[in-house]
Structures are given as structure tokens and as C-alpha cells.
């Protein structure tokens, strides 16, 4: 994989990681931050597909128009829809004044975060727990 893609991936990683370290905080629950990372942690694999594909990443956050986009190379990843629409809720609704995310809305980001991830890697030809960061940690 070339370099962009890496970094697409280790940047997926961070958020990935992030959401689940703070789903596990009970006396101070974050569950806005752990939606809004569980989003991030999918648009930044969709980005890595789309690096991978040669295209320009614009600086949107919209999973769905992401997908569409990795779709054209990656038709499977179409059904992920649904998940998409769902998970680019969390990058706004929670990040404002006004909607708060429950501990289910948090439960239900890392569900879709890590069925996504998984489907991602598949696409991106990446077993999940051989992310670029893990490889160099291990060596």
C-alpha cells in the first residue's frame, strides 16, 4: 500500500481506538465523542479506499457520498448504505447544543463502527488486526 493509504488507515485506527477507550469510561460517560469518533474512524477507511483508487478526497464527511464514491470500484459496499446514513448522523447531530447521545446511540456507533471497519478492510484487502500502526508496533 502506498503512503497516503497508510495514513488514511493508522488516522482510522486513532479514531477507531478512541471510541472504544471512551465507551468504556463509566463515571464520566462520553457517549457524543464516542459517536462522533465511531464516524470518523469510517469516513477515514472510505477516504483510504478512495486514496487507494487515485481519487481526489474532498473534504466532506457525508458517508454516503463517500461510499457511492468507493462503490464505483467496490459495488458490494453499496448495501453499507443504511450504516452510512446512520453514522454521518453522529458526526453533526451530537456535536452541538442541544441532542445529546444516550448510552444506546454510543452502543450502536460501535456496532456499525466495527461492521463497517470490518467490510472496509475487506475492501481495502487488509485483515483488521494488520492495520499499518499494528505492523510497525509489532516489529
Known amino acids: 500500500m502506498n503512503h497516503p493509504v497508510n495514513e488514511w488507515i493508522e488516522k482510522a485506527e486513532e479514531d477507531y481506538h478512541?471510541?472504544?477507550?471512551l465507551r468504556r469510561l463509566r463515571r464520566h460517560p462520553t457517549h457524543n465523542a464516542v459517536c462522533f469518533h465511531a464516524q470518523q474512524c469510517v469516513?477515514?477507511?472510505l477516504k483510504a479506499i478512495l486514496e487507494r483508487q487515485?481519487?481526489?478526497?474532498?473534504?466532506?464527511?457525508?458517508?454516503q457520498v463517500l461510499l457511492e464514491q468507493c462503490a464505483e470500484s467496490h459495488p458490494l459496499l453499496i448495501a453499507m448504505r443504511p450504516n452510512m446514513v446512520k453514522l454521518s448522523e453522529y458526526a453533526v447531530e451530537?456535536?452541538?447544543?442541544?441532542?445529546?447521545?444516550?448510552?444506546a446511540d454510543a452502543a450502536e456507533a460501535i456496532r456499525l463502527m466495527k461492521t463497517s471497519r470490518l467490510a472496509l478492510c475487506v475492501a481495502l484487502?487488509?485483515?483488521?488486526?494488520a492495520t499499518p500502526a499494528r505492523a510497525r508496533k509489532q516489529r
Open 43 to 45: 469516513e477515514k477507511y
Open 125 to 129: 484487502n487488509i485483515a483488521p488486526d
Open 54 to 63: 487515485g481519487a481526489v478526497i474532498r473534504k466532506i464527511h457525508t458517508l
Open 18 to 21: 478512541a471510541a472504544l477507550t
Open 94 to 103: 451530537f456535536r452541538y447544543p442541544g441532542e445529546s447521545a444516550t448510552a
